[in-house]
């Protein structure tokens, strides 16, 4: 007689790397109807089709005979923020699985051939949930490719002795205000972050004569990266466009690397650049 599995919590962890600029980390439910469906949604409750979460989920959840599922993950990007390098950590937790005991690499490995080109998974074993605790308790630094655009027409020459001045200044910390895009969720207060700008070329822009910049930084945990490039109108100081001395923005961004934890340091305040700049508000990455 064949003895009848309970249905039990199931948790597995991995990395995944998102290669594309339109998908977020978890399901994108719209704003207004929360799920049940609007005239903004179209009536279908969602702003995205797709996500990371629901991409493992279509293969995973009829594997294991589950019920529901989450997704936890070690920070996230902004949906148009490529993750890429070694991925980001995860925890995939399906609740009431009937069949808990599954091949986790034939899973990843439909995962990645539905999502080709997209997102792709790897690394996949099986956790308690004690890893999640640690997943969202760990402080990571980050490492960023963003390329900038400046607001108004500047020598090349001008702008690369700025960005030497702030290469050479190491690792130095600002100050973010909470981005007036989340101050609605999250109290808005000051907060210390540190910035280390480790690369940068001039690339082709649209204009002929300004070219775009194609730079690599890293920072602490938590900070909102296209703030702490445009300043947001002061929200964040000092901020690249204020060391620029120039108005810019990020307009494309790419998440290269999780740091170790042991990569958080304490640093000491800079001197404050000579010129504050305005500039606008930008979505941002944290």
Request: aromatic share 6%.
């Amino acid at each position: 007689m064949e003895t009848r599995q309970e249905p039990v919590r199931v948790l597995f962890e991995g990395r995944y790397r998102k290669l594309v600029r339109d998908l977020p980390q978890t399901i994108f439910y719209c704003p207004e109807c929360k799920g049940r469906g609007c005239d903004r949604c179209e009536g279908f409750g969602k702003l995205t089709r797709d996500s990371v979460q629901e991409l493992i989920a279509r293969v995973a959840m009829p594997r294991f005979k589950g019920r529901r599922n989450k997704f936890h993950g070690a920070g996230r990007e902004d949906i148009d923020v490529r993750m890429l390098g070694d991925g980001r950590p995860f925890v995939f937790e399906v609740l009431k699985a009937k069949r808990p005991n599954i091949d986790l690499q034939a899973l990843a490995d439909e995962v990645n051939r539905r999502a080709e080109g997209r997102m792709e998974i790897f690394g996949l074993k099986f956790c308690g949930r004690k890893r999640v605790v640690e997943l969202k308790e760990t402080r990571c630094p980050k490492e960023y490719q963003a390329r900038i655009r400046c607001q108004r027409p500047v020598k090349e020459e001008d702008v690369a002795r700025r960005w030497q001045e702030i290469a050479d200044r190491g690792r130095f910390d600002i100050l973010q205000g909470t981005p007036k895009r989340v101050v609605h969720r999250r109290a808005d207060l000051d907060r210390k972050r540190w910035l280390e700008l480790v690369h940068f070329e001039a690339v082709d822009g649209p204009e002929a004569d300004s070219p775009d910049w194609l730079i690599r930084v890293r920072s602490a945990h938590g900070t909102y990266i296209k703030e702490a490039i445009s300043g947001e109108e002061g929200r964040t100081r000092p901020s690249l466009a204020e060391w620029l001395d120039c108005p810019c923005q990020c307009v494309e961004l790419d998440v290269t690397a999780i740091l170790p934890p042991e990569a958080e340091a304490e640093v000491e305040q800079p001197p404050q650049p000579e010129t504050a700049t305005k500039t606008s508000s930008q979505e941002s990455e944290r």
